[in-house]
C-alpha cells in the first residue's frame, strides 16, 4: 500500500511556484515582443520613411484628405490605419512616428490608436480564423467590412469625446 502511495506521488504534477509561473510570463512576453511587436513597429517606421521620402505620403494624404477630415485628421493619418491593417503594433508605431514628425496632433493619434486596436491584424486573424475554419465565403466580405466600419466608429466616438472635453480632436 505504501509503494501505491509513493508511486501514486511521484506521478502527480508539482505545481509550479509563484517565481517559476512569472520567469514563465516574463519570458512568453519577451518572445511576443521580439518576434511579434518589433518586428511590426520597424516595418511601420520604414513605411513611413520610405513614403516621406518619395513624397508619396504627401501626395496621398492630399488626396485622401476629405475622407479622413470625417473624422478630424489629415489625409497622412491612413498610413497609420493601412499598417493596422497588418498589425495592430505596426498601426500604432507608424501613428506615434506620424506624431514625432509633426504630422499629426496628440489629439489626432489620439483618434487613431483606438483604430489600430479595433480593426488591427485584420489580414492574419482573418486567414488564421475565417479561411482555416472554413467559414462560407458568402460572409468573408461581412467579416472583412465589420472591423473597418467598427473602427470608423470608434474614430468618430473618440473624436467626439475629444471635442466634448475640448481638446479639439
Known amino acids: 500500500m505504501a509503494n501505491q502511495s509513493a508511486t501514486g506521488m511521484d506521478l502527480q504534477k508539482v505545481k509550479p511556484s509563484v ?92 483618434i487613431l490608436f483606438p483604430a489600430c486596436v479595433t480593426m488591427g491584424t485584420l489580414i492574419g486573424h482573418f486567414v488564421r480564423i475565417v479561411i482555416v475554419s472554413n467559414v462560407n465565403k458568402k460572409w468573408h466580405s461581412l467579416l472583412i467590412c465589420v472591423p473597418l466600419v467598427d473602427a470608423a466608429v470608434v474614430m468618430l466616438l473618440t473624436r467626439l469625446v475629444l471635442n466634448v472635453m475640448g481638446l479639439n480632436g
Not at 518619395?54 to 488626396?63: A, E, N, P, Y
Not at 484628405?65 to 499598417?83: D, K, S, T
Not at 491593417?85 to 508605431?93: N, W
Open 19 to 110: 517565481v517559476e509561473e512569472f520567469v514563465a510570463g516574463a519570458k512568453k512576453g519577451f518572445y511576443i515582443g521580439a518576434e511579434m511587436i518589433a518586428p511590426a513597429m520597424v516595418l511601420a517606421y520604414v513605411l513611413i520613411q520610405f513614403l516621406d521620402i518619395t513624397g508619396l505620403m504627401q501626395s496621398v494624404g492630399k488626396i485622401l484628405q476629405p475622407v479622413m477630415a470625417i473624422f478630424g485628421l489629415p489625409g497622412e493619418a491612413v498610413f497609420a490605419l493601412v499598417a493596422a491593417f497588418f498589425a495592430k503594433a505596426a498601426g500604432c508605431a507608424t501613428a506615434a512616428t506620424l506624431y514625432s514628425k509633426g504630422a499629426i496632433t496628440a489629439a489626432q493619434a489620439t
